[in-house]
């Protein structure tokens, strides 16, 4: 009897827990939806620019060196201009130097003392990772910020030159082995800056796609079964579950360098117009009327929103 009730009231508990969490849920969705002002002061219509205005207050006087993989087009290159716009140094990896030259050209129409650095990486292959950090680590610049921004989506089964598929090899693995790669160089200036350190990973919401089932590497690796949108949300999963760990390890080493997922919204860049096909396009024209500018979407890397897996 005491056993039952406490069972009634444990699952009771739960549902109002579950309850309350979807209420919550909801109401972040109608505030992001109408442009609301979260606790910040900042919502999902404010733009990097704003959300940076009056960073000089607080900014220090020593140059911040900002890395941001995927700088060549759309949310990248946005964060960019507008880190380059606040005095920070911006070092652009990318796998199209001919886009990312044209980018710097911009940075630099606006911000002519802007310095913008370009370096060529292809985030889909381990040697061109290992070189870009042997050649950005021979520079010998400090490094405040890392932003693993690139990303892409994929219609069809490819696979990576080290024989991986392709969209996790590129919006994980490639961060994944480049955050190890600099994570010392980050942790280093930090302490001789004594300038806190900032990691962000660009995930979205689409991983909550795959809470549920978690990762599903054969139905990826099946030509047959083969969905773009599943491998994509996995590789975002990933880029989640990659911050809280390195998060762990950064905290078990005492280091001044934080990192964080974000979802920055969404807006129509390179990487949905991936996305076609009829059903696609029919949906995107009707979310058309809610989807943000690349300005606005950008002031997340900027302000950073944790992703919380829940
Ligand atoms: N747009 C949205 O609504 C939305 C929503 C949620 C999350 N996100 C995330 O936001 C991030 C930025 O995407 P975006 O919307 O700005 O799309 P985008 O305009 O297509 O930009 C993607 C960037 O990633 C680069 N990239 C792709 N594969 C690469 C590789 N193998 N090596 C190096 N760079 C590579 C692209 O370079 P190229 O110019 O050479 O192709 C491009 O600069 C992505 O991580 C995406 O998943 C976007």
Redesign the pocket.
């Known amino acids: 009897m005491y056993k039952n009730s406490c069972m009634c009231l444990h699952s009771l508990t739960f549902k109002c827990h579950l309850s309350l969490q979807h209420s919550k849920a909801m109401k972040a969705t109608l505030r992001y939806l109408a442009g609301m002002a979260g606790p910040s002061g900042f919502g999902s219509n404010s733009t990097a620019e704003q959300v940076t205005e009056d960073c000089s207050s607080f900014l220090p006087s020593a140059a911040l060196t900002a890395l941001i ?8 290159a946005e964060t960019a201009r507008v880190l380059a716009k606040r005095g920070v140094r911006v070092v652009i990896a ?3 130097l001919k ?1 990312a030259t044209e980018v710097k050209k911009n940075i630099q129409k606006e911000t002519p003392k802007a310095e913008v650095i370009l370096l060529e ?4 292959s381990f040697g061109s990772v290992q070189r870009f950090c042997s050649e950005f680590l021979a520079l010998e610049l400090p490094l405040n910020i890392l932003i693993n ?4 989506f994929s219609q069809n089964l490819e696979f990576s030159e080290d024989k991986i598929e392709m969209t996790f090899a ?2 994980y693995l ?1 961060h994944f082995l480049l955050t190890e790669i600099l994570i010392d160089k980050m942790i280093e200036t930090a302490e001789k800056t004594c300038i806190q350190g900032r990691i962000i990973n ?1 995930s ?1 919401v689409i991983h909550s796609w795959e809470k549920k089932d978690g990762f599903r590497f054969n139905d990826i690796l099946s030509g047959k079964k083969y969905n773009g949108t599943r491998a994509y949300a996995q590789s ?1 999963l990933a880029n989640i579950l990659h911050a809280k760990e390195i998060a762990k390890q950064l905290k078990a080493r005492n280091a001044r360098v934080t990192i964080n997922a974000v ?5 129509k ?4 117009r991936a996305h076609k096909g009829l059903i696609t396009d029919s949906l995107f024209f009707i979310a058309s009327k809610l989807l943000k500018t690349t300005s606005q979407v950008c002031k997340q890397t900027h302000s950073v929103q944790n992703l919380q897996l829940s």
Do not use: E, Q, Y
């Open positions: 993989t995927g700088a060549s087009s759309g949310i990248g990318a796998r199209d886009k990486i292809d985030l889909g921004n690139a990303g892409m590129t919006n490639g660009v979205s975002k979802h920055p919204g969404i807006v860049t390179g990487i949905i």
